[in-house]
Every structure is written in C-alpha cells, then in structure tokens.
C-alpha cells in the first residue's frame, strides 16, 4: 500500500485539530470524535494544549484509505509555534491548509501558502466551517484569490450556509478548467475548441496539483462532516505518495526530539531512502546545534526501537523502510534537523528566526542548577528558543516568538519538572554586522601573550544569510588540524556576542597567521606542557584576536523590522498615518479596496505590540493588521542597544586573561 505523509496547517482556531479528528472519524480509526473545547482530540495530548484549546507541538496519527496509508500530521496555528510548523515541513508529501469560511484569510494562512509554494509542497485548501453563522463561500473564494494570490481550482460550492445543514456540492466549476488550461497549451486548444472530456481535466488537475501549480479548494465542516468525504476523495486523488527505494542507502530526517518516561530521547524522523533496523548502527548528525561544538557534528548510535503509525496507533517493530515516518529510541544526543544515514536534505530555516527574548527567573524554592538543566532539554526539543545561560549573574535567558510561547515554558516547566518560574518583561533581540575589514594578530611568547600560540584574523562583511565563512591563508600543514580546528570552532562561538553584545550571523573570517610550540619534554621525562602548544592555548587566544580585528572594522547593531499590511477604513486614514510615522513604520505602499485604505510597509518589531493595540481605537474597531518579520535595518535612533555579554569578555583584557589564566600577561 502506498503512504502518504500529510500536513495540516491553519491559522490559529479556523478548525485544523477538529479536522483531524474528523478525519479519523470517517476513515473509521476512531469511534467517537474529541472535542478541542473538552480536552478530549487526539493529537493534543500536552496538558497545556487542552487547557488552552491550542496545538503547541505536531503529532503524528495514522489512517488508512482505499489505496494510500496517510500519515497525517497536525500542527499548530498559533505564530508563536511556528517553528514547529518548520520542522514539519522539510518531511511531507502534501498538505491540507485550512481557512475558516467565517474569518477568512488571515496573517498565518498567507505566510504558510506562501512557503509551501516556495517548497513546492502540493497542496488542497478546505475551507472550514461552512456551518457557523456569517459563513461565505464566493467571498471567502474571492478572497483567497486576491490575498494569497495563487492559482485555485474550485471543486464544488457550499449550500446552506450558516445552517447546521450546511452542505457541499461537489463539481468542477466554470472556472476550472480556464485555470488548468492555463498551465497546459494542449488543454487550452481543447478548451477553445469547444470543451475538455472530464477524464482529461480530471488526470490534468492531478498532474498541475501534483506539481504545485494549482490549489483545488473545498468547502465543509469539520464539526458536521460536510465536504470531508469529497477531502478524503482529494488526498487519495490528487496529492502524491511517498517514493524512495527501501533497499537504497538509508537517508532520513529528524523534526522533532521528545523524552521518554525515564529521560531517553526519542526521534521522530521522515525516512527517504533505505530501510532502518533495530540493533543497526546508524550515523546521525549535521542538525541545528546553536554553539560551535554540536552544530553539523556527526554522531552515530544502535537503534534500539522502532516505531510506526499505523491505524491510530503506534506500533513497534523490526524495521521500517523509505516513505514511513517513524519513532527511533538509542540516538543519544540526536537534534532536531539531523540526517540519519547519508545526508539528503539540509536542513535549512523556512521562517524567521525568534526576534524577542526574556530572562527566567527562578521562583522560591526553585534550584538553578535544575532549571539549567530542564532549560538545556527544552533546547533540545526546540532549538530555537536558544537558550543563553550567564553565569557571572547567574541567569538564563530564551528566545521567543511571543508572549503565548512564554506561557507554554513557564507550564512546561511547572508540569514536567516541578519548577516555578516567572520571567522579566520580553525585550527585542539584535544582531551586529560587520562594517568594514579589520586585521589583528599576536604572536607566540611576544607582547604578553601569555598563550603558546600564533593566531592572526582577517574580518570582512559577508553578505546576509550567508553565515560564518571560515578561511586559511597559510598552510594546512602549517601545524596540527586540531589547532586548526580549534580555532574555527571558538570564531564561531565568539562571533555568537559582537561589540555591542549581539550575535554577528554573517561574517568571511581569514586566518592570516599561525604558529604553535612543538611537543617538549625533559631528557628521561614525559611531555612538558608548560612548553608545548595545546588546543586550549588556541582556544583562549583566538577571542582576544577576533575582538580586536572586530573593533578595527567596526560593527553596526541592526533592528528586526516586520512587513506589514494594514487594512482599515479609508475616513480612518488621517489618524493611522501619524501614529505610524511615530512608530517608526514606513508605509511603502498605499491603495484602496472597496471601502478600505490599505497600507502596506516595515515597521520596527519592538512597535508592533504598541501598534496592535492603538489599531482599535484608530479605526473604531474594524482595522486588520498583518505584520511578519521581513529583515534586520541598522538602528537609526536613539541609544544603540547593548546586550549584557555571557562569555569571558574579550573587550577587556585584563578582565578576560585573569578569568582565563589567572595572570594579566605572560
């Protein structure tokens, strides 16, 4: 039987979990549906999700149909989870994205169509909740045509609405074949020649949605079942089964980390080639380490446990091949965005990193040690949430998309770990980047150099999303690789705190100059450290070099800056533009719609909060604001913000060699 693996993915609330257990419903793996209001859906299982009403993180369950065994995958909707979402994309074969026919396209749905057409991701939309009062239908259409601006094949129409009786009546529209045609010559000579067999549009909507280049839309109800039998028809139809040679080299990817009830990690991974068995040695590793010392390293562990989705359930066994998405237990250390096997994929960011951190703060009676410890496990699960621990004050700080996410690890760490925390007020994360070029070196035994190394640094722009380039004008040879090694792993740790205390994400460093002392020992004795070159001595002398090369080119601290879309009425537009303009926004583009102003550019992500809430009171309630993190903009105003260093301090040297030494220079 062939496997499909499926997404589901929706704005918060527009009814994606109910779709899931509608879905199971029908394909009969469940005998009563959950209810997200009552806690009771099975793929919310976190105690917090069904509290909230929420998903926070994916599950994975198991259905079959007549010809295809879909793996579907709930995600959550919420734009503080969305990280989650991005884990889960790199391993489907298809989605459903869900609109709600009462509010319509909102800010997530635009963000996620607009990634899975940059993946190529085929992909249906339902739209959802036909059955409410205030549903539409042509306009919620209309709708998606103009925000999301992609190609749509309408399969039917929705009748009722708004009635519990609402229904779907299936049928290809006037306008789908026009939209087919559009991506097939032949097929538009057919159309203009006086019509298309139903045969043929039907094998041409499977092929041009199999690609990504058309989107069939249905209507429904995941709380009646109205057009969910005509979606299941959709997904067995239209989106394409997993491929992979199950007896190729093993090749998978990890997306998601969870524990075990006795603290063993447990990976969730898309298997793409091969075949996975238990007892099997497997090299796994290259994922989304956040320090020099675990990103892109390469590990390899026994497999001790497989399981697989099948029916609703999971099930152990033996060995599970290409196309199956399966739960492995034995890879110690194993990150989400690692290769299992040889190395596919990259695993690269498809949204925007976390703009927003805050300091947790321990409560009474709440052991540091241990919440260090449950904060570097939480990390595991959710790298992004980058976890800095400051040992001079003794606190640790996290990366956030917003202010839900904070809510959800203050309960995780209440339910999991028995800690309470709160945490200072959220603040906005900087970058540095690099200005110009600037060159530093010290040599080995001279100038108080209290280290038994030469290191010399050459630091330039790099353009932006390129990363840290790392390069050698001197010879490999020159010393030992570990020396070397040593080296690039601390550019790359020291690059994570620039001059003004922020990361620096794109940097071409060169060493320009090396040297080491070799191997010494006494005659009749062993090896003599105190005149021998170790990879600490590179270790601790690299920062110093890096920080002055960074001083000489200056760095510039830069601000994240939001796209934004703001729709409001137009008697409403002389109040907007001032607030917007001492909001530090830029209206880039303005326009009307109907009755509506609608004004589109960047505005500061520190003002987004502020501008949220003013937006009511400006436009009497009915303004629409979407906003999502587009690039980072040099700091133009006021104070250049600063970020407390967690390191040794490299600025200045005397603080640092006496931390690092316990002396001030040789």
Request: charged content about 25%; glycine content about 12%; overall charge neutral.
């Amino acid at each position: 039987m062939h496997l499909l693996n499926l997404g589901i993915l929706a704005h918060v609330d527009a009814g994606k979990t109910s779709l899931t257990e509608r879905l199971l419903h029908t394909a009969g793996v469940i005998d009563e549906l959950g209810s997200v209001d009552a806690g009771s859906t099975r793929t919310d299982t976190l105690a917090l999700e069904r509290r909230r009403g929420i998903t926070i993180k994916s599950a994975v369950v198991s259905f079959p149909l007549d010809g295809v065994t879909v793996n579907l995958i709930d995600t959550p909707g919420h734009p503080d989870f969305i990280a989650e979402v991005e884990r889960v994309l790199g391993v489907l074969d298809g989605a459903v994205l869900v609109v709600s026919a009462v509010e319509g396209v909102q800010a997530q749905t635009r963000v996620l169509m607009r990634t899975l057409r940059r993946l190529g991701i085929p992909t249906l939309v339902f739209v959802n909740k036909i059955d409410r009062r205030g549903a539409r239908d042509e306009a919620v259409l209309a709708q998606l045509t103009r925000r999301l601006a992609v190609p749509l094949v309408p399969m039917g129409r929705a009748a009722g609405l708004g009635t519990r009786a609402a229904r779907f009546v299936p049928g290809l529209g006037p306008t789908g074949p026009e939209v087919l045609a559009d991506h097939d010559d032949a097929l538009l000579a057919a159309y203009l020649d006086g019509g298309v067999p139903d045969g043929r549009l039907r094998a041409a909507l499977a092929d041009q949605t199999g690609r990504c280049l058309v989107h069939p839309v249905y209507f429904g109800s995941a709380v009646t079942g109205a057009g969910v039998p005509d979606l299941i028809a959709g997904v067995e139809g239209l989106l394409p089964a997993a491929g992979g040679d199950p007896a190729a080299p093993v090749s998978g990817t990890v997306f998601k980390v969870e524990r075990g009830p006795a603290g063993e990690q447990i990976a969730y991974a898309r298997i793409f080639s091969g075949t996975l068995r238990v007892r099997e040695r497997i090299p796994f590793g290259g994922g989304t380490g956040t320090d020099a010392h675990t990103a892109g390293v390469r590990a390899a562990g026994r497999i001790t446990g497989l399981s697989v989705f099948e029916r609703g359930a999971e099930r152990r066994q033996d060995s599970a091949g290409a196309g199956r998405i399966v739960k492995v237990w034995g890879l110690g250390g194993v990150r989400i965005g690692d290769a299992l096997g040889r190395p596919a994929r990259a695993y690269v960011h498809h949204f925007a990193p976390p703009t927003l951190e805050t300091v947790v703060v321990p409560g009474p009676g709440t052991d540091r040690r241990s919440l260090h410890i449950a904060l570097t496990q939480l990390a595991e699960q959710d790298p992004l949430i980058d976890v800095r621990h400051d040992e001079v004050r003794r606190e640790s700080s996290v990366s956030l998309y917003g202010e839900v996410q904070k809510e959800v690890v203050q309960a995780t760490l209440a339910d999991e770990y028995g800690l309470d925390v709160t945490f200072r007020e959220t603040t906005t994360v900087y970058v540095e980047r690099i200005a110009g070029t600037g060159a530093a070196v010290e040599f080995n035994k001279k100038d108080g150099n209290p280290f038994l190394a030469t290191v010399g640094l050459r630091v330039e722009p790099a353009p932006v999303g390129a990363g840290v380039g790392f390069r050698l004008e001197v010879e490999l040879g020159s010393m030992p690789y570990a020396f070397f090694k040593a080296v690039e792993d601390t550019v790359r740790e020291t690059l994570a705190q620039g001059l003004h205390g922020w990361r620096i994400p794109d940097a071409t460093v060169t060493m320009t100059h090396s040297g080491y002392s070799p191997r010494q020992s006494h005659a009749h004795q062993g090896f003599d450290k105190s005149m021998s070159s170790t990879g600490q001595d590179f270790r601790g002398l690299t920062p110093l070099v890096l920080t002055e090369a960074l001083r000489r080119a200056g760095t510039r601290v830069h601000e994240p800056m939001h796209r934004f879309r703001l729709e409001a009425p137009v008697d409403t537009l002389g109040a907007l533009l001032p607030v917007l303009t001492r909001l530090g926004a830029l209206p880039r583009r303005t326009g009307t719609e109907a009755a509506l102003c609608v004004l589109e550019g960047v505005v500061p992500a520190a003002r987004v909060h502020r501008l949220e809430q003013l937006l009511p009171g400006l436009t009497r309630g009915e303004g629409e604001l979407e906003s999502a993190f587009d690039h980072y903009a040099p700091v133009a105003h006021g104070t250049v913000p600063e970020r407390a260093r967690t390191d040794h301090n490299p600025l200045d040297r005397k603080e640092y060699l006496l931390k690092v030494t316990g002396r001030v220079s040789g």
